[in-house]
């Protein structure tokens, strides 16, 4: 299967910035989209940003202006900046593969502090 290992995540103070990387591993015929995800305590995950084979990006309003999405081959980063309290959550990546049921990293903590 595809094992998906997140790294980057941490506490950092309002208005700071830290840069999350996903990098994926096993056999992979092909990756339709990557994207991020959070999951704050007590609220469902949502999603936070896309980005497709294609290299078109998409975000959540919440995000939008500060947080930035990129793809390498088989890795996908998020730089986020201007960080707030209400962006404290555990990130999760996700691979949409061709073939094959998404893929899921094993979450990665950020925290905020304001």
């Known amino acids: 299967q595809v094992q998906l290992v997140e790294s980057g995540g941490g506490l950092v103070q309002a208005g700071g910035s830290l840069r999350l990387s996903c990098a994926a591993s096993?056999?992979?015929?092909?990756?339709?989209?990557m994207g991020w995800y959070r999951q704050a305590p007590g609220k469902q995950r949502e999603l936070v940003a896309t980005?497709?084979?294609?290299?078109t990006p998409n975000y959540a309003d919440s995000v939008k202006g500060r947080f930035s999405i990129s793809s390498a081959q088989k890795t996908v980063y998020l730089q986020m900046n201007s960080l707030k309290p209400e962006d404290t959550a555990v990130y999760y990546c996700?691979?949409?593969?061709?073939?094959?049921?998404?893929?899921w990293g094993q979450g990665t903590q950020v925290t905020v502090s304001s």
């Open positions: 096993g056999s992979i015929f092909g990756i339709r989209a």
């Open positions: 996700n691979f949409d593969l061709l073939g094959t049921r998404d893929a």
């Open positions: 980005i497709t084979s294609r290299g």
